[in-house]
């Protein structure tokens, strides 16, 4: 299934649904970034998470930044969505590799956390954007995210994230995310409904490797309780906006000496975008301008 994300409602409103397949950008992401298992794990949630944060803001340029800081090996990780689709993302240390945890799985919270932070900024492109910070809940990254949109954002929620790698290869990634609004929180008897229904789901990968669509997993869960599915997909990719211009404005920060230094043995200058891993080489010949810039003063490199 192609990387997609789709949208519902149901019980008039009361409860709005968004699901996001990222299997092939977190393929992308492990590729570019030459990902372990876990670094997989942990940057593949938190760009689904960060996608379906994106996907309740409305102006189009709107993009959410998705911060982790932790005390584990990884010590942490960046993603960073728009409502339009993109999506990009980087681990701080990305060849961490830890031995499955007790359920099996990626030990995600053990590469992370446990203690840390997690910060969300919400940009809708103009004015000051909207920052939170919560702690930590286990590293986990679902967890974390599903206690800072309690907590900051006041909105009840349950948030299902998931990737799946074997051989090298993801598998299945992506989530699910299902919001009470507060027209319905009163609804005592939905609630709770919502709540075993989402408890007795399996994980999120284990749907989607079964050969679930993401309008099969909103009917499972929603079917008799006036689903809505919108009609609208959302293609969903990695994307990085750099371009070489951007990148290599950094090489004056080198300092003048490094840069006489490369020119003098004739080097070429790696210049490389940390958010997508893209390298972009600079000859001796470009070197000789940059500095001939800085040395004429055209060039600040503040
Ligand atoms: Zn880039």
Redesign the pocket.
């Known amino acids: 299934m192609t990387d997609q994300l789709i949208r519902a409602t149901a019980a008039n409103n009361g409860i709005r649904a968004v699901g996001v397949i990222t299997t092939n950008l977190t393929q992308e992401a492990r590729e570019r970034h030459n990902l372990s298992y876990v670094a997989t794990a942990a940057l593949g949630r938190s760009m689904a998470g960060s996608l379906l944060l994106a996907s309740s803001m409305k102006q189009p340029q709107a993009r959410v930044t998705l911060r982790i800081r932790g005390n584990g090996p990884m010590k942490g990780l960046y993603a960073d969505a728009g409502l339009n689709g993109t999506v ?1 993302g980087y681990v701080h240390d990305p060849q961490v590799e830890l031995p499955l945890n007790l359920e099996g799985k990626l030990d995600v919270g053990g590469a992370i956390g446990p203690i840390g932070s997690l910060n969300i900024i919400r940009d809708i492109g103009y004015g000051e954007p909207h920052s939170s910070t919560t702690e930590l809940v286990s590293g986990e990254i679902g967890e974390d995210l599903t206690y800072y949109l309690a907590t900051s954002e006041q909105t009840p929620s349950a948030l299902m994230l998931g990737v799946f790698v074997e051989e090298k290869h993801v598998e299945a990634a992506g989530g699910l995310l299902i919001q009470i609004m507060p027209k319905a929180a009163t609804d005592e008897a939905l609630v709770s409904l919502l709540e075993s229904r989402i408890t007795g789901l399996q994980s999120f990968s284990s749907l989607l490797r079964s050969g679930k669509s993401l309008p099969m997993i909103f009917e499972e869960l929603l079917g008799d309780l006036g689903l809505d599915i919108f009609p609208d997909v959302l293609p969903v990719k990695f994307h ?3 371009t070489r211009d951007r ?1 290599t404005a950094a090489l004056p920060l080198l300092g003048e000496s490094d840069l006489a230094d490369m020119i003098a043995r004739e080097e070429t200058a790696e210049a490389n ?1 940390h ?2 891993n ?1 390298t972009y080489r600079v000859p001796p010949l470009e070197l000789r301008e940059i500095l001939s810039q800085m040395r004429s003063g055209e060039m600040d490199p503040d």
């Open positions: 990009r990085c906006p750099c990148v975008c958010f997508c893209e």
